[in-house]
């Protein structure tokens, strides 16, 4: 990415598209009287030694700041230790605009030695020993002249790596008939397996543990398929909040749309149906050892749904796992302990007030939770195998708990509450205090991205996406303190500060 410094006023960020031929005789036309204009130009050529281009992406992003023309932004560095937490931060992947998995989606392989993740070019593999990347899975190539939208929706899209097998699996939507079918990536060969085509306007969004499930949500409408949350919203990337989300998450609740939860064998591509309902369902999670357990939500402004349930894939035991007590409580984010015996997930009582990393156990329902403090509650957490550390990604004053201290990537130190001879019932929870120690400073990222958390098999590593030096990146943390005496030690904020304009606040409409 290069970035342009020039004389004007601040206005509002754009993305515009130019041919190649009079790309910069637009630009320079486009942005007559403004002052700084950051844009990407995408290098497509692969295969030679020359760099061409294709028609070139403009990423606009303009802000206040001093006139003249110059370059500002060079390639973002690979490590420095934080100047504010003592712990070392590296960049981990190359690739601008490059992503790490939703929080609770597998990305390890079974003996955890590669990570997946994404980037605009295709499904890419990492090497954890040596972290080595390399891409997995190309993209298709876009047909000339789509539209961002097109080049997404004709993308592949990973869904989760597999439990059993060296395998990512992901979809990919056909152009002409719109429907999507399954594949499985071979992590370390790459050889690509198709699995089944799904009916119309149908997606899965998770593998089951032995890998002959999928399971996902259609709608039963083209009429309902258009009023469906994000349609046509404009957004940067796959994990980035769009414009105006609470809004659009109201009008999706009450739209009542038909949807229908299914499972399809990935063998067969026989489709089985769990129910109907016009309740809005999403947030789809298989458990990592059950492969007849789903973990399902009912989506929508948390403090209006029931949130978190089960289901059997046969369709029965349809069970709600939290029920609330307290008006404007909250629970959700929800993710499944490594064991596969826990359900973690955010606890509010009540929202925006009072904060909790909450649990149940699959069997039994007996419960714990973990108080935290306003400015240490996460958009996402996380959890290490053992449960004997948690990790969150923080957040800024735009989101729920509206934190004025909150922008870090935490490690929590977890202690249970000890019992003094108190009254004691089988069904009471069990309480505890989560205690912080910050690894990264993230004052300089735009939470609208969000940077999914999640742990390394061996606990040693925290993975983040973010965007802190303008385009997406895949990072990682140390969960142990940096050396002493290391020549490299930084401000996070500030080194960002260098690569992109400080972010715009995220609106407060959680």
């Keep these: 990415m290069v970035r342009f410094e020039l004389e004007g006023p601040k206005i509002p960020s754009a993305s515009l598209r130019f041919a190649q031929d009079d790309t910069f005789k637009k630009l320079r036309a486009w942005n007559k009287g ?13 295969k030679t030694m020359k760099i061409r281009w294709s028609s070139a992406v403009l990423a606009l992003s303009l802000v206040a700041g001093c006139g003249g023309l110059k370059a500002l932004a060079q390639t973002p560095p690979k490590t420095w230790v934080d100047r504010d937490t003592g712990h070392r931060i590296f960049r981990v992947t190359d690739e601008p605009g490059s992503s790490g998995f939703y929080f609770n989606v597998n990305a390890y ?18 090497e954890l020993a040596t972290r080595k990347t390399q891409l997995l899975v190309a993209n298709p190539k876009p047909v000339e002249g789509a539209s961002p939208l097109e080049r997404m929706r004709g993308s592949n899209h990973a869904i989760v790596v597999g439990k059993k097998t060296n395998s990512v699996f992901f979809s ?31 997606t899965i969004s998770t593998i089951n543990a032995d890998e002959t499930l999928g399971s996902g949500v259609f709608t039963e409408t083209e009429a309902g398929a258009q009023q469906e949350y994000g349609r046509g919203a404009a957004r940067s990337g796959p994990l980035v909040q769009p414009e105006g989300k609470g809004a659009m998450m109201e009008r999706r609740l009450a739209a009542r749309i038909p949807v229908v939860l299914f499972t399809v064998d990935l063998k067969t591509g026989k489709v089985k149906e769990l129910f109907h309902s016009t309740d809005w369902i999403g947030h789809l999670l298989f458990s990592p050892v059950d492969p007849t357990l789903l973990m399902y939500c009912h989506e929508g402004p948390w403090h209006k749904v029931d949130r978190i349930w089960t289901i059997r894939t046969d369709g029965t035991h349809n069970e709600l796992r939290h029920k609330r007590t307290m008006l404007m409580e909250i629970a959700g984010h929800e993710f499944w302990g490594q064991d596969g015996q826990t359900v973690w997930y955010d606890w509010q009582f009540p929202k925006g007030e009072d904060f909790w990393l909450a649990a149940f156990d699959i069997s039994t329902n007996k419960r714990v939770a973990y108080h935290l403090q306003r400015d240490e509650w996460s958009i996402h957490f996380n959890v290490n195998k053992d449960a004997t550390l948690f990790t969150g990604d923080g957040g800024d004053p735009g989101q729920v708990a509206h934190s004025q201290n909150g922008e870090w990537i935490n490690l929590f130190h977890p202690e249970w509450r000890q019992n003094d001879n108190s009254l004691e019932e089988p069904t009471f929870w069990k309480p505890g205090v989560f205690h912080r120690e910050k690894l990264v400073n993230m004052a300089h990222h735009n939470y609208r991205l969000e940077p999914n958390v999640r742990f390394s098999p061996d606990s040693k590593l925290i993975f983040f996406t973010s965007n802190m030096f303008g385009q997406s990146y895949v990072f990682a943390v140390e969960v142990a303190k940096a050396a002493p005496g290391a020549s490299d030690i930084a401000s996070t904020p500030e080194l960002a500060a260098k690569f992109a304009p400080a972010p715009a606040p995220t609106p407060a409409d959680k």
């Design 172 to 202: 990919r939507m056909d152009e002409a008939t719109h429907l999507q079918t399954i594949f499985k990536a071979d992590l370390v060969s790459g050889k690509v397996t198709q699995l089944a085509t799904l009916p119309a306007r149908a």
């Design 34 to 46: 403004r002052r700084f204009v950051d844009f990407n130009l995408e290098l497509l050529e692969q």
């Design 109 to 126: 392989s079974p003996d955890g030695s590669i990570m997946v993740y994404t980037a605009p070019d295709g499904i890419h593999t990492m």
